[in-house]
Structures are given as structure tokens and as C-alpha cells.
């Protein structure tokens, strides 16, 4: 398996860890639910919107417009080339951008009905922080999550048993601890 995180992927196969193969696949799972949780979506009304207000300010090619976003969302929210460069072609089908093409670049611009499309939307809360508020508690719990993990990995890779047991029930109170917070009222 290779991992997105550093500390997970490989096993260790041979190296005496002596973990059961029952933890390699806990850390796994872990791993996996953590990761499923670090993409926010957007919608493609998020997409369009964003665009044309990022396009508003000044002509950019599609990954200036990818950065911006992510730029803008505090890194909540990075929409993919795939979602960005059919959402241009759409627009400029539309009529609503216009593409010149230098130094072998795409760069975009609004054109008047762009603009009038653009202007028609302010006021209203910027795309981009629609999908940093939909996500601003999702995503620091999944970080940290992936994070601790990770350590866990690591101890269970690098440690001697002692330090192993240790982490286990470091592990342990971390967990009655998360669901005593559930509790509270």
C-alpha cells in the first residue's frame, strides 16, 4: 500500500516488530477514514461562481484561478483542473469568458456579459468561504487525526515493546477522551 501520509505504506516484514498483523490493518482503516475526510467538494455552482469572481479582478489562466481559490479558502478548498478547466470552456460557450492564447497559455477573461453576470453576484458571501465554513470544523480533526496515526505508526515500527504497551495506552485514553467530549452536554 502506498500512503499519502509519511510513516505509512510500507510494513515491516522481518524487522521483529512483533505487532500482529491485526494492527498493521487498524492503522490502516484509521488511515483511510482520515483521508477520506481531507477533500472538501465543492459544487459545480461553487466552481462557476468562483470564477467569475476570481475573473472579475483580472485575467488569469486556469491554474492562477486553482491557486487563487485555495488561496482564498486558507487551503479549505482546491478545486481540481478537472473541475476548473470544463467550468471555463462552459463559460466561454456561454459567452461569458473569453480565452487568448500566449506563450502557449489559456489566459481568461470576463467578457461584458461576464462582467454584468459577475457584478450580479456581489454582495453575496464569496464561493470560496461557503466551502471554508461547510468544512472549517471537518478538516482540523481529520489533520490531526492522520497526524496521530502517523506517530502511532512510527512507535509501532521503531519501538521497543515498552514504548509500544506506552502508546497503546496513550492511545487508549485518547480514545475515552474523545468520546467523554460526545457526552458532555
Known amino acids: 500500500m502506498s500512503g499519502s501520509f509519511q510513516g505509512f505504506g510500507s510494513r515491516p516484514s522481518g524487522q521483529g516488530s512483533g505487532l500482529p498483523?491485526?494492527?498493521?490493518?487498524?492503522?490502516?482503516?484509521?488511515?483511510?477514514?482520515f483521508e477520506k475526510s481531507f477533500s472538501p467538494r465543492a459544487t459545480k455552482g461553487d466552481v462557476r461562481a468562483a470564477v467569475l469572481a476570481i475573473l472579475a479582478e483580472k485575467p488569469m489562466h486556469g491554474y492562477q484561478i486553482i491557486q487563487e481559490i485555495e488561496e482564498r479558502s486558507d487551503g479549505a478548498w482546491k478545486p481540481s483542473p478537472g473541475s476548473?478547466?470544463?467550468t471555463l470552456q462552459m463559460l466561454a460557450d456561454e459567452g461569458l469568458v473569453a480565452a487568448e492564447e500566449?506563450?502557449?497559455?489559456?489566459?481568461y477573461s470576463l467578457t461584458?456579459?461576464?462582467?454584468?453576470?459577475?457584478?450580479?453576484?456581489?454582495?453575496?458571501?464569496?464561493?470560496?468561504?461557503?466551502?471554508?465554513?461547510?468544512d472549517a470544523g471537518r478538516t482540523a480533526l481529520p489533520k490531526a487525526g492522520a497526524k496521530l496515526a502517523q506517530a502511532a505508526a512510527t512507535v509501532g515500527r521503531s519501538g521497543t515493546s515498552e514504548q509500544v504497551a506506552k502508546a497503546v495506552e496513550v492511545l487508549d485514553d485518547a480514545r475515552r477522551k474523545l468520546y467523554s467530549i460526545l457526552a458532555q452536554d
Open 102 to 107: 500566449s506563450n502557449g497559455k489559456k489566459t
Open 84 to 86: 476548473v478547466y470544463p
Open 21 to 33: 498483523s491485526s494492527f498493521w490493518d487498524a492503522m490502516d482503516q484509521l488511515k483511510d477514514t
Open 112 to 134: 461584458e456579459a461576464g462582467r454584468a453576470e459577475a457584478s450580479a453576484a456581489e454582495g453575496q458571501s464569496a464561493p470560496w468561504e461557503a466551502a471554508g465554513s461547510r
